[in-house]
């Protein structure tokens, strides 16, 4: 999970290039809702703008960074998600989800959500349907109480989830880590810790083989061009790209980066496990 820039104005212009209407109808269901106390409504509208936060997450699932199809035909693999869920939120942790893990109640259920910012676009952010419909669905975990509206300053609530998009929210990489393949919090205890841990539970960032696999990938990318420079003395010039926000797995792949100059030992064997990892089918994920 990496931080991404978000210019309001510029998403804002975004969403009217694509439907002019827009913005008026998402105040005016906002106000409604307002008034009523509730997200109520026969047909939404937010998948409209999906596009415009594919493009600006350059593709990539806002939480567990896999890059999927992009352009006309992307829509069909994505969700606009809701970072804080715009109807009933379920309290968090949930036994059948997290039975191996202890955590201490982390916000109680509410039947109305946060119905006001159903059509906030601090709110949106575009995901892959394995992290929305399978791990995040109608839960946001809360350290203190929860919000119950429009009135209330979301951040007293200490959400336990991060929103990557501009800087509303922590740096996500202030708070996780990568040891090749495996997402660590970055804090070793307190509050941050925590929040790293739910993180990485919450939303399987280390149960799901398919991303361990496409961070192993990556790591055999970048460490191949890390001994070509090393070797010839020259860097070359792909590698000036590979931490770039658009790189699949950037976080990973950062971190990797770091690994490479603080510990190269360490580092190149990581690479060759990464490398052996990304071609027996059978194997565990690689750890140093
Ligand atoms: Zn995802």
């Given at each position: 999970?990496?931080?991404?820039?978000?210019?309001?104005?510029?998403?804002?212009?975004?969403?009217?290039?694509?439907?002019?209407?827009?913005?008026?109808?998402?105040?005016?269901?906002?106000?409604?809702?307002?008034?009523?106390?509730?997200?109520?409504?026969?047909?939404?509208?937010?998948?409209?703008?999906?596009?415009?936060?594919?493009?600006?997450?350059?593709?990539?699932?806002?939480?567990?960074?896999?890059?999927?199809?992009?352009?006309?035909?992307?829509?069909?693999?994505?969700?606009?998600?809701?970072?804080?869920?715009?109807?009933?939120?379920?309290?968090?942790?949930?036994?059948?989800?997290?039975?191996?893990?202890?955590?201490?109640?982390?916000?109680?259920?509410?039947?109305?959500?946060?119905?006001?910012?159903?059509?906030?676009?601090?709110?949106?952010?575009?995901?892959?349907?394995?992290?929305?419909?399978?791990?995040?669905?109608?839960?946001?975990?809360?350290?203190?109480?929860?919000?119950?509206?429009?009135?209330?300053?979301?951040?007293?609530?200490d959400a336990m989830l991060c929103y990557p998009l501009g800087d509303l929210d922590e740096d996500p990489e202030d708070l996780l880590n990568f040891v090749l393949t495996t997402a660590v919090p970055k804090h070793q205890a307190g509050d941050h810790n925590l929040r790293g841990r739910v993180i990485i539970d919450f939303f399987g960032l280390n149960k799901r083989d398919h991303i361990h696999r496409a961070r192993a990938q990556m790591i055999g990318s970048v460490g191949t061009l890390l001994l070509e420079r090393d070797q010839s003395g020259s860097s070359p010039q792909i590698l000036t790209r590979l931490g770039e926000p658009h790189i699949p797995h950037a976080a990973c792949v950062r971190a990797f980066i770091r690994l490479w100059d603080d510990d190269r030992q360490t580092a190149l064997k990581g690479y060759e496990a990464c490398r052996a990892y990304g071609f027996d089918p059978t194997a565990a994920p690689p750890r140093l």
């Open positions: 999970m990496i931080r991404y820039p978000f210019d309001i104005a510029k998403v804002e212009a975004a969403i009217t290039a694509l439907d002019e209407k827009w913005l008026r109808k998402a105040r005016q269901r906002t106000a409604r809702f307002v008034a009523l106390g509730r997200y109520e409504e026969t047909s939404a509208i937010w998948s409209k703008v999906k596009p415009v936060f594919m493009k600006l997450q350059h593709d990539k699932c806002i939480f567990c960074e896999q890059r999927l199809e992009g352009g006309p035909y992307g829509p069909l693999v994505w969700d606009l998600e809701h970072f804080r869920p715009k109807s009933n939120v379920a309290a968090w942790p949930n036994a059948t989800r997290h039975p191996d893990i202890a955590y201490n109640d982390l916000g109680a259920g509410s039947e109305t959500g946060y119905f006001w910012l159903a059509y906030d676009l601090r709110n949106y952010a575009a995901s892959c349907k394995v992290c929305n419909t399978i791990f995040k669905l109608n839960w946001f975990p809360v350290g203190k109480a929860r919000a119950t509206a429009a009135t209330i300053d979301l951040s007293t609530e």
